[in-house]
């Protein structure tokens, strides 16, 4: 049973570029969350989904930034027109969806912008 | 709001010693509380789990507690190697499928051969 995936691992964009980081729940997982960590900073949630909803996007910034979790395929986590300010850790966790349950990350994607 | 704090935030130690991280929350409605591993430029791994109705967890050479109504938790590491070197991340699960997990900034952890 394949763990967490998320590619890319490394990415790199311009500024006003578009980021699009894809995340691959466990198997038999259809609960995400979307996590990031600033630069010296601890990691702060972004975004829950289930497949096709979202659950609570409370720690997502209003402007440039979406995600979805379709029926079919990853999650994605789409950033628009990137600034330097979005260089970041950005990690994926997935869970059965059950209460009590452990949540799982991925390898996370390391953003930069340049 | 929830907050974690851990203390300390950096520590440094001879191989062989045991060694406590601690956790603080404020909010002591919680569902659960993680334990969580991170190694430099990597993932997170998942080191304990204690449910909220759950006092301590243990795993190998870890030893987890959880006093819910003081919001403290505390990782018990024995016998330190320097494979333990990594930062220590607590983080609390409210539950109610909102908000997912609020975590600590961590414990960075040195174990001196």
């Known amino acids: 049973n394949a763990g967490v995936m998320q590619n890319p691992r490394h990415l790199v964009r311009r500024r006003g570029q578009e980021a699009r980081l894809r995340c691959s729940p466990m198997k038999g997982h259809s609960h995400v969350y979307w996590y990031r960590q600033l630069p010296e900073e601890g990691l702060k949630f972004m975004v829950y989904?289930?497949?096709?909803?979202?659950?609570?996007e409370s720690g997502m910034p209003k402007e440039r930034f979406s995600a979805e979790f379709p029926k079919e395929g990853p999650s994605i986590l789409r950033i628009q027109q990137v600034v330097r300010g979005d260089s970041a850790a950005y990690f994926c966790a997935s869970s059965p969806g059950q209460l009590f349950t452990e949540a799982f990350f991925g390898q996370g994607t390391r953003l930069t912008v340049v | 709001k929830q907050e974690v704090t851990q203390i300390p935030a950096a520590l440094s130690v001879p191989e062989g010693e045991n060694l406590v991280l601690n956790c603080s929350f404020t909010?002591?409605?919680?569902?659960?509380l993680q334990w969580f591993r991170q190694d430099p430029g990597k993932g997170l791994t998942s080191l304990l789990l204690?449910?909220?109705?759950?006092r301590e967890q243990t795993s190998g050479r870890l030893n987890a507690s959880l006093d819910k109504s003081s919001g403290r938790s505390t990782l018990y590491i024995a016998a330190s190697q320097p494979g333990d070197s990594a930062t220590y991340l607590c983080a609390v699960f409210r539950g109610g499928g909102a908000d997912g997990l609020t975590f600590g900034k961590g414990t960075h952890l040195i174990i001196q051969p």
């Open positions: 989904l289930q497949k096709e909803n979202i659950i609570d």
């Open positions: 204690i449910q909220s109705s759950q």
């Open positions: 909010d002591s409605a919680i569902y659960n």
